[in-house]
């Protein structure tokens, strides 16, 4: 039968069974000895949908990262050299994209639906994450960072509540449960950073996305209705607590998500911006 096929389509033949077969190799290959992983189609998605960090073990974690206007939650991640780092990604608004340098993750994160990535990071140094997806007037700030360390006993993270932050084998092995949120060394500034209000708000009088907070302050603020506010410290918790109240004349409502603050934190974050002259 094979004989009645013309010399060059049976050459054409052969060369398609060779070239199939090598490209199933070279993914058995990519799978199991790079430990590079397709996403997988996750059915259950409510379990992903809020941010968490998980403990499961030495040098393997979890994280369920939400891509929002316009930061990752969490947004700072620092990991033992070696550490694997599963990540499940979601959005809490519009499409988002999430690459991390130096690594294969390339996801888009849509909203409803949860990405799902493996990587190991093998060699210390700094991953940006990096949202490469048009998401709005912020995009090009809305970035994160994974940092890789030679010596570290346990993963630290920011940008999620400590109840988010979990040890899948609490109680089990002490030495695992060092997983901290990272000591801010300014309280303040952390926030300003970790909520995500560096996103929108400059600290040199700049304008962003929403009014500067140097100089806000004791400032009176002009707002859409005409009227005009000064900003003390009831203003700037109400900002914060309902930002879709006293909108700024010259700036959108709308933009600014609903924080999860506490009181303590809210205060601090007055503290600060006070400090911002
Ligand atoms: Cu999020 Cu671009």
């Known amino acids: 039968m094979l004989a009645q096929v013309p010399k060059l389509e049976r050459r054409v033949l052969l060369a398609a069974i060779v070239v199939s077969v090598v490209h199933l190799l070279l993914i058995a290959y990519a799978a199991l000895f790079l430990g590079i992983s397709v996403p997988d189609c996750i059915t259950d998605k409510a379990a992903f949908a809020e941010p968490a960090f998980i403990t499961h073990g030495p040098k393997h974690y979890e994280v369920h990262l939400n891509a929002r206007m316009w930061m990752y939650q969490p947004n700072y991640i620092k990991l033992p050299t070696g550490s694997r ?11 988002h994209g999430l690459f991390i340098e130096k690594t294969n993750v390339n996801l888009m994160a849509v909203p409803g639906a949860i990405a799902n990535a493996t990587v190991t990071f093998r060699q210390p140094g700094r991953y940006q994450m990096i949202c490469h997806e048009f998401c709005g007037i912020g995009h090009q700030d809305m970035q994160g960072t994974i940092e890789v360390v030679d010596g570290l006993a346990a993963a630290e993270v920011a940008g999620i509540s400590k109840e988010a932050i ?53 400032s009176q603020v ?14 700037i918790k109400q900002k914060i607590s309902d930002p879709m109240s006293m909108v700024v004349a010259g700036f ?24 911002q002259k």
Do not use: W
């Open 166 to 218: 979990r040890d899948a084998n609490a109680g089990a092995k002490d030495e695992l449960a060092a997983v901290v949120e990272t000591a801010p060394s300014d309280p303040g500034k952390k926030l300003y950073e970790t909520k995500g209000c560096a996103a929108c708000h400059s600290l040199d009088g700049s304008k962003l996305v929403g009014p500067s907070f140097k100089g806000l302050y004791g």
């Open 85 to 95: 780092l599963d990540i499940f990604l979601s959005a809490k608004d519009v499409q």
């Open 252 to 275: 959108s409502p709308g933009l600014m998500p609903k924080m999860q603050v506490s009181a303590e934190e809210l205060n601090t974050l007055v503290d600060f911006i006070k400090a």
């Open 222 to 235: 002009k707002l859409a209705d005409g009227s005009t506010r000064q900003a003390d410290d009831a203003y």
